[in-house]
Every structure is written in structure tokens, then in C-alpha cells.
């Protein structure tokens, strides 16, 4: 690894670089650890709440992370998950101005996260060409996904919705097997409980799906 600085913080810088040298270039990433701020959060926190006052954005170094939206009545419903080197798009469109968050960010594992001061945004932008084309696909990519999400609602019937579902809870969590009950798929897909366990009965049926008592198995992925 050759730098022509010395790193600010050689721990985070070492642990950074191992992670974003994909992403960032050296300079960057040695500013990321002046004025950013890691942390371990649980599975299942909230990291990120409905009108909470956006000051820093998420961007993940280990883990998963769900982003909901809510609407009126408390009814989630989900948008897209997170993963190594994603950020939010909520969190892009407030760099120059502080703003209330419209989404609810939720740990899908244990994870880490680092926080960056959103000031900081607008001044890599013009300072660093990786953090611009960063921001830029960001957006891109995480609009693309809420607007699959939009589709997946308006035009897909529920029990398309349901297996779509299954398969992206595989892929984010690496795992066929996955401990998540009926009644936490039907908030998530805003849909009612008894829906969900007739449609999970009728994909074990058709051989997509295996349900134990405490988890079920994606068959695609076994």
C-alpha cells in the first residue's frame, strides 16, 4: 500500500482501505477517518428513525441494513436493503441543508456503520472525482430499487411479492435458512398474517420453500 501522506488514523485508515480501496482513492479515505465516526450497532436497531434530524450519513462497512418507509397509520413497507459500501439516498439530498429523515433504518445483522458529517458531502464532491461518481451512482442505483419496489406493489400480485421477498432476504443475508416469522413478513410486505401463511403453505406446496417451526428454507439457494 503506498501513500505520499501519513495517515491521520492508521487503524480505521488500514481497516478503511481494505474495505473502499475499490470505491476511494488513499486521500479520501484518510479524510473519511478525520470526520467520520464508526459504529457497532445489533441486529434488528434502528439506526436511522422517521423525522429524526438528519446530521451524518450512514455508509456500511460490514453488515445489512433495511430501509422502510411508514405511512400514516404506522404500516411499514420495504424499500431496499444496504450492504458493504451502499449509503442511503434519503441521506444524499440533504448536503447542503439539514433535513428530517422519510425513512426508517433498520440493522438487518450486526453490523457497522460509518457515520460522515453530511457537511462533508458537498465538499468532496468538488474536491474528490471517486466521491462524486460515489454520490452520483448511489442515487442512481438507490432510486432504481425504490422504484422496483413501487412496481413490485402496483404490479406483481402477493405472492410474487412474497418469493421476491424470500429471495432478497437470502441474498442480503447470505444464508438459504432464514428465522423470520409470518407475522414480521406480513408487516413488512403490508399485508395481514393469515395472507402470508396461506401464500408460505401454497410455495412449500409448489416446492419453492421449506418451512421448519422456527425458520424457513429458500430452496433456490439450497
Known amino acids: 500500500m503506498t501513500t505520499t501522506f501519513t495517515p491521520f488514523n492508521i487503524p480505521c485508515y488500514n481497516k478503511l482501505f481494505e474495505k473502499f480501496q475499490f470505491l476511494f482513492e488513499a486521500e479520501l479515505i484518510n479524510e473519511i477517518c478525520k470526520t467520520g ?14 423525522g429524526q434530524l438528519l446530521t451524518h450519513m450512514p455508509l456500511v462497512i460490514t453488515g445489512s441494513v433495511k430501509v422502510m418507509k411508514e405511512d400514516k397509520d404506522g404500516n411499514e413497507l420495504l424499500l431496499y436493503y444496504l450492504e458493504l ?7 444524499l439530498s440533504c ?12 440493522t438487518e445483522s450486526d453490523a457497522e456503520i ?10 468532496w464532491m ?12 448511489s442515487y442512481n442505483v438507490r432510486m432504481n430499487e425504490m422504484l ?16 421476491k421477498f424470500l429471495r432478497d432476504k437470502v441474498m ?10 409470518h407475522f414480521q413478513i406480513a408487516n413488512e410486505l403490508h399485508s395481514s398474517r393469515v395472507v402470508i401463511s396461506r401464500l408460505m403453505k401454497k410455495l412449500e406446496n409448489e416446492g419453492l420453500v421449506i418451512q421448519h417451526r422456527n425458520y424457513v428454507e429458500v430452496r433456490e439457494f439450497m
Open 37 to 50: 465516526n464508526i459504529k457497532s450497532f445489533k441486529e434488528g436497531t434502528v439506526i436511522m428513525d422517521i
Open 126 to 137: 468538488v474536491k474528490f472525482k471517486s466521491w462524486r461518481s460515489f454520490v452520483l451512482d
Open 172 to 181: 442480503v443475508t447470505k444464508d438459504a435458512k432464514l428465522h423470520i416469522t
Open 95 to 106: 448536503c447542503t441543508k439539514p433535513t428530517k429523515s422519510s425513512i426508517k433504518a433498520i
Open 148 to 163: 422496483d419496489a413501487i412496481d413490485n406493489l402496483a404490479f406483481n400480485n402477493m405472492e410474487e411479492r412474497l418469493y
Open 114 to 123: 460509518l457515520f460522515i458529517p453530511v457537511e462533508k458531502m458537498e465538499e
Open 85 to 91: 459500501g451502499d449509503t442511503c439516498a434519503v441521506t
